[in-house]
């Protein structure tokens, strides 16, 4: 079955530590990137990458990192935590054999992150 | 990635039809229309993906005209389980290969 799986899916961390959030795709899959979805704001898009080693950043990357070493992962490291992080963060990835367009985009089910 | 205008929100009743429009003047030659649904705390989904005239699956249908300036995403027979928030792309990626979400129509099905 195409997955895209997120961990954890719920954490609570105070200010300052440092979390990662892991994601895997089983689909083979080039482009993966980040979301995070706050109320009001939809899905805005935090760092994505094209392939292996290849990596940049999408339209709200401060305070975070990302690393692409393998097809198949791409975690998205915070830090510094601050509770302006707090938000729910979504995984996606998509095949770029289709020249970008036509082809479909695979989300994770979603991590809450509250940071305290 | 093209440009895209939704309506923000929508209402609608159970068991009625639902057709929502999205706006895409300056869509590319190559670019395909894909319509996404997210249910709340949940990633979106694929509902279907068109290039031209009419796409029919098990879910929804894309009417799409000749000049592909606008799309139409119709939901036959909603029931309750239909609220969420739909999102009209259109192409792959910008230049920057950036990828991104508009702000969707949020679909309040009442009973």
């Known amino acids: 079955e195409a997955q895209v799986t997120q961990n954890p899916r719920y954490l609570i961390t105070v200010t300052g530590k440092k979390l990662t959030v892991t994601c895997s795709q089983n689909?083979?899959?080039?482009?993966m990137s980040w979301y995070r979805q706050d109320p009001g704001l939809g899905l805005r898009q935090i760092y994505y990458?094209?392939?292996?080693?290849?990596?940049d950043k999408g339209d709200v990357p401060e305070g975070y990192k990302v690393s692409r070493k393998e097809k198949r992962n791409f975690p998205l490291i915070l830090e510094s935590p601050s509770p302006n992080q707090t938000s729910l963060y979504f995984c996606a990835s998509m095949a770029l054999d289709r020249g970008y367009s036509g082809n479909t985009i695979y989300f994770g089910e979603g991590s809450w992150l509250t940071v305290v | 990635l093209a440009k895209t205008t939704q309506p923000i929100s929508m209402d609608s009743y159970e068991g009625q039809e639902v057709n929502i429009t999205c706006s895409h003047n300056n869509i590319a030659t190559n670019d395909y229309i894909t319509w996404y649904q997210q249910f709340p705390s949940q990633g979106p989904r694929f509902i279907i993906q068109?290039?031209?005239t009419k796409v029919t699956n098990e879910v929804a249908s894309l009417f799409i005209p000749a000049d592909r300036k606008s799309s139409t995403l119709s939901l036959p027979r909603v029931s309750l389980s239909d609220t969420a928030v739909y999102y009209c792309?259109?192409?792959?990626?910008?230049?920057?290969?950036?990828?991104?979400f508009g702000s969707g129509t949020r679909l309040l099905v009442r009973p």
């Open positions: 068109g290039y031209k």
């Open positions: 792309l259109v192409g792959g990626m910008d230049s920057s290969y950036k990828l991104i």
């Open positions: 990458s094209m392939n292996v080693e290849v990596t």
């Open positions: 689909m083979n899959h080039e482009y």
